[in-house]
């Protein structure tokens, strides 16, 4: 069965900082691309960050460039979103992805979601 757990979500101030965790089982994690998207409400999911499992180039969203870094473990099975100086428009619901081919266009397994509120 396949399965992305994600963790490390809450409430927070501007200018805090967090970590997201994904725990991945049920596929062979190092040959899929991972990656994170969020959801505000009202508007479209949108992938803010991934890293390939082919070559490890890593893509950020321009708004999230240099405040944010994704990382993971293959041994472990995980995948991180390290959040940094975070803004009130970061706030939505995060989603782990995770997609078999180079990029993290198309996912083939989806988490069910960590909600990060950050307030003003």
């Known amino acids: 069965q396949v399965q992305l757990v994600e963790s490390g979500g809450g409430l927070v101030h501007t200018g805090d900082s967090l970590r997201l965790s994904c725990a991945a089982s049920?596929?062979?994690?190092?040959?899929?691309?991972t990656g994170w998207y969020r959801q505000a409400p009202g508007l479209e999911r949108e992938l803010i960050s991934c890293?390939?499992?082919?070559?490890?180039?890593?893509y950020y969203h321009n708004n999230v460039k240099g405040r944010f870094t994704i990382s993971r473990d293959n041994a472990k099975n995980m995948v991180y979103l390290q959040m940094d100086s975070l803004r009130p428009e970061d706030t939505a619901a995060y989603y782990c992805?995770?997609?078999?081919?180079?990029?993290?266009?198309?996912?083939?397994?989806w988490g069910q979601g960590t909600q990060v509120t950050v307030s003003s």
């Open positions: 049920g596929f062979r994690f190092h040959l899929y691309s």
């Open positions: 890293i390939s499992y082919r070559d490890r180039k890593i």
């Open positions: 992805a995770a997609d078999g081919r180079a990029r993290c266009e198309s996912p083939d397994y």
